[in-house]
């Protein structure tokens, strides 16, 4: 067997092609390999519905069992179910899905109990390093008694506990479009939203990890196109999109227009503090500046941090925050662990619509204050060199401070840009954001024309 487990392990998940490179024999080495670095004695799998899935979340248990630790097998569920199961059991974690990426890949994201992030510098390297020493020889046999795989379905609990958090009780009737994109959406959206004044037009709601319709990724514009001519369509009150493993929500209003996760992270920012009385509210640096500013409006206290979520839950762990926030439409909430949930965020939309008379493009207007460019990736030969040019076109200029807490920030009075290499490709990603569009489209073609060269 081989493979290259470098390429493999990234940020907080393995993810590989199947089967040229991520297969069974392989997952059931991380499997020996999760319970051994993390010292479990229980754990609890899921898996979405790509082909693949199934038989690699069965090989890790396999693995897992065969050093005497019990396994729990939710099955088919969206991430943040699983992360509702390591919450409510607490039991460390496995969740099978490559989330939005094409049908050929799979892989895993694994957490410890209570849904606590495994990321690099807590546990996952060690798990790669110890899986790639047994690629040849195995995993070392061991003397306990294996462990049991048992099954339990946990898909009415979590949707109970998410409808806990917010009442929709007492909302107008809505008409929401959900687009699945065949990904788990489609397997816990009619259970989480039965029983509520909702009438829910669905969307590739058939479980499909070949993707037949569009790829699971709303973050790609051409991929809500279905969705906002739907909306607009059936006269609906807002649409609604999931990636594959549906721990993401994208929002359209009623006249099918994108909703900017940033404009999603105040207005539920502004819910959570009301519901806790204040608090801290996590955001990383590409949101947009209306974040901070609604929460300091609302007495609560903004803290910026690197994109990406072991960084938010780790914050958020540190700060006892109460919600965090990413442009990436990733939501994270102290009530589910400090773990992301699209679906909680959704819920959190559906609320704040549903209790007032206007249309959702009114309700988000307060909260989308400023031009934004988007995240634009640009190829580059030279990550470094890239990134020391931007910054000596910048630095020393009147007015401009320069932060690197990730990337590059440039902030001036009236706009601001972030520049980041990717970890995984060797493209810089830009965001930037101003007080008009015409302040935003300079500075971005600005930074743009330096990046390419």
Known sequence: MTADLSQLVKAYDVRGVVPDQ??????????????????????????????????????FARGAAARGVDVTEIGLCSTDQLYYASGAFGLPGAMFTASHNPAQYNGIKMCRAGAAPVGQDTGLSEIRQLAESWLDSGAPGSDTTPGTITRRDTLEDYAAYLRSLVDLTSIRPLKV????????????????????????????????????????????????????????????????????????????????????????????????????????VIHNLITSWSVPEVVRELGGTPVRTRVGHSFIKAEMARSGA?????????????????????????????????????????????????????????TVDDQAARL??????????????IDELDGLTVTAEDAWFNVRPSNTEPLLRLNAEARDEATMTKVRDEVLKIIRG
Request: proline residues 6%; aromatic residues 8%; negative net charge.
């Open 22 to 59: 991520w297969d069974e024999p392989l997952a059931e080495l991380f499997g020996a390999a999760f319970v051994q670095v993390t010292g479990a004695d229980a754990i609890v799998i899921g898996h979405d519905m790509r082909p693949s899935s199934p038989g690699l979340s069965r090989a």
């Open 177 to 280: 479009v959900v687009d699945a994109g065949n990904g788990m959406g489609g397997h816990t959206v009619p259970t989480v939203f039965s029983g509520l004044p909702l009438e829910l037009v669905p969307m590739y709601f058939e479980l499909d990890g070949t993707f037949p319709n569009h790829e699971a990724n709303p973050l790609d514009p051409a991929n809500i196109v279905d969705l906002q001519k739907r909306v607009r369509e059936e006269g609906a009150d807002l649409g609604i999109a999931f990636d594959g493993d549906a721990d993401r929500c994208f929002v359209v209003d009623e006249r099918g227009e994108p909703v900017s996760p940033s404009a999603i992270t105040a207005l539920v920012a502004a819910r959570e503090l009301a519901k806790h009385g204040g608090g801290t």
């Open 322 to 378: 109460i919600f965090g926030g990413e442009h990436s439409a990733h939501y994270y909430f102290r009530d589910f662990w400090n773990a992301d949930t699209g679906m909680l965020a959704a819920l959190h939309v559906l609320a704040a619509l549903g209790g007032q008379d206007g249309p959702l493009s009114g309700l988000v207007a307060e909260y989308d204050r400023y031009a934004g460019s988007g995240e634009i990736n640009s």
């Open 388 to 401: 020391a040019a931007v910054r000596a076109a910048y630095e020393g200029r009147e007015g401009i401070t």
